[in-house]
């Protein structure tokens, strides 16, 4: 967006002139003016020693934090959230409805980056070649559309992608549906088949998933250790495969290594689940790392080294409760993921995987939650896993951070239900915004009305600013942060309930290491929101 430092006497002037309906050249674009004002803060800073000190990245542990993130069908379309009868807890606050996988995409790419993760584990599973878009969940072809909604939201360069194959279904059940017109795991995977000939073949692993994964995901946006992307691959166990040893699996990653290479000049970085060196003890010399999962109810982490490098695997809790299985670790408001994290990223794991965002299947589902009680989600706040992986993320004090209206953890709204139906399905007017980056906005706002959001990551000083539009005069906002009042902002007249400006909404001084309780008080009313940002002075 096209930046405008204006003088205070040709602000003026320009406010006038939009007001008057008029078009600028340079900054109207599809229908909606955007302009923002960069000017000095609106009052002297507000002091506020309160907040809380929470555990979080300890300094000087440097490795990487990343999640696995499953896109099947069910999770695309927003339902419907059945599992075998399991209970299902950790509901999404993002309601998909009719809007489609175009706006799935868009939320999850800014709850990915809101929880600050270095990378996100795509869990691809394959795709029977001629098949329509999406074959299944986890087409990698699908992937396009998560490379398209992190440039439409901006976030290129914040958010970078791996690859977590998820072996038994990319090979074993895909081989299946070919072969015998039949998924699941029988017969089993011959590992020792390159060909296809038999119960076997490369092309499973390589030509009808990572090349795909590839082919949808540009390099810019891969995540990379040391120079080579990251590839995850999942279990060969008996339950799926045969025939792994003499080298059969060491051998196949050789082959996928070598196509990746001669075909898109990159060298995967291999982290194998630790399967794959039990059942072939050459694999040990092709991959590059190796992780043992974690088990239910124990151990909820686990820490394995090979090759020189430590990956850690865990998860936020876990339920799956149907017929004679009883599997379950307590996320016990959040402190499972807390001592999770702590016994990974803080042990100095070079790389952490937490199972997994959209995992509502399995009760690990990391995203927002509905905005309900803890019996419901088996969360304290909506946001409170992405808040707890944020504090873990390498940058838990952004000094830059953004939070869109749309997310409040608590809200306080005049008139019940969601005028436009959209988005989430509580008092919170939301609607579709035109404004730049796309996404949504906040509106309908009324006097007395605010939103709150938990444990907010601010120290030192921080610059708050607003996103906001109205065709009014005389609409005014404040932030509260731990009950101290910042100063009462007036909004001025964008010249639409489209037309955006960024303005100044206050500084404020905190304690070093602080999270705080951030509310947005709508003194009197008639603007849209889109989001507020911290910025550290």
Not at 416 to 431: E, H, P, T
Request: hydrophobic share 35%; glycine share 12%; aromatic share 10%.
């Amino acid at each position: 967006m096209r930046r405008n430092v204006l003088h205070r006497k040709s602000r003026k002037k320009l406010i006038a002139f939009l007001a008057a309906g008029a078009s600028i050249a340079g900054l109207c674009v599809a229908g909606t003016l955007s302009v923002e004002f960069a000017g000095a803060a609106t009052t002297s800073t507000v002091t506020d020693t309160g907040g809380s000190v929470l555990a979080h990245r300890a300094a000087g542990k440097t490795g990487a934090l990343g999640v696995t993130f499953g896109f099947d069908t069910q999770t695309l379309a927003g339902g419907p959230y059945t599992n075998q009868g399991n209970l299902i807890q950790n509901l999404p606050l993002y309601q998909v409805g009719s809007t489609g996988t175009t706006k799935f995409w868009d939320d999850q790419v800014e709850e990915l980056v809101t929880a600050g993760v270095s990378f996100v584990a795509v869990d691809t599973r394959g795709y029977i070649p001629g098949s329509a878009i999406p074959n299944e969940g986890g087409d990698p072809r699908e992937l396009t559309q998560l490379v398209d909604a992190i440039n439409r939201g901006g976030y290129a360069g914040k958010l970078k992608i791996a690859a977590f194959d998820d072996t038994p279904a990319s090979m074993t059940d895909k081989k299946n549906q070919i072969k015998h017109k039949a998924g699941g795991y029988t017969p089993l995977f011959d590992m020792g088949d390159t060909t296809g000939a038999g119960e076997g073949g490369y092309q499973y692993l390589w030509d009808n998933d990572l090349k795909a994964f590839y082919q949808a995901v540009p390099d810019s946006m891969l995540y990379k250790v040391n120079g080579q992307p990251l590839v995850y691959l999942w279990s060969d166990n008996s339950f799926g495969f045969t025939n792994q040893g003499n080298s059969n699996s060491a051998n196949m990653l050789k082959y996928v290594r070598s196509q990746a290479q001669s075909t898109f000049g990159e060298n995967p970085y291999f982290v194998v689940d630790q399967s794959w060196v039990k059942n072939d003890s050459a694999v040990s010399g092709v991959a590059n790392g190796e992780d043992s999962w974690f088990g239910v109810p124990s151990p909820a982490y686990t820490n394995t080294t090979l090759n020189g490098t430590t990956n850690g695997a865990t998860v936020p809790g876990f339920h799956f409760v149907s017929g004679t299985s009883n599997m379950i670790i307590d996320p016990n408001h959040g402190q499972t993921l807390v001592n999770n994290l702590e016994a990974t990223v803080n042990a100095g794991d070079d790389i952490t995987l937490v199972e997994g965002f959209t995992d509502w299947q399995e009760g690990a589902a990391l995203w927002r939650t509905e905005n309900a009680p803890y019996s419901t989600t088996a969360r304290d706040y909506p946001s409170q896993d992405l808040n707890i992986m944020r504090r873990y993320s390498t940058t838990p004090f952004p000094t830059s951070m953004t939070v869109q209206a749309e997310t409040a953890d608590v809200v306080h709204d005049t008139t019940a239900g969601n005028v436009w139906k959209i988005y989430r399905d509580d008092d919170l007017d939301v609607q579709t915004t035109s404004d730049t980056n796309g996404g949504w906005n906040v509106g309908s706002v009324a006097s007395g009305e605010w939103e709150q959001w938990n444990e907010v990551p601010m120290q030192g000083t921080e610059n708050l600013k607003i996103r906001v539009a109205t065709p009014n005069s005389g609409a005014q906002i404040r932030f509260v942060v731990d009950g101290v009042a910042g100063p009462t902002i007036t909004v001025p007249n964008t010249g639409g309930w489209q037309t955006w400006q960024t303005i100044d909404a206050g500084t404020f001084q905190f304690n070093s290491g602080t999270y705080h309780t951030v509310q947005l008080q709508q003194v009197n009313g008639g603007q849209n929101i889109n989001w507020w940002q911290a910025n550290a002075a």
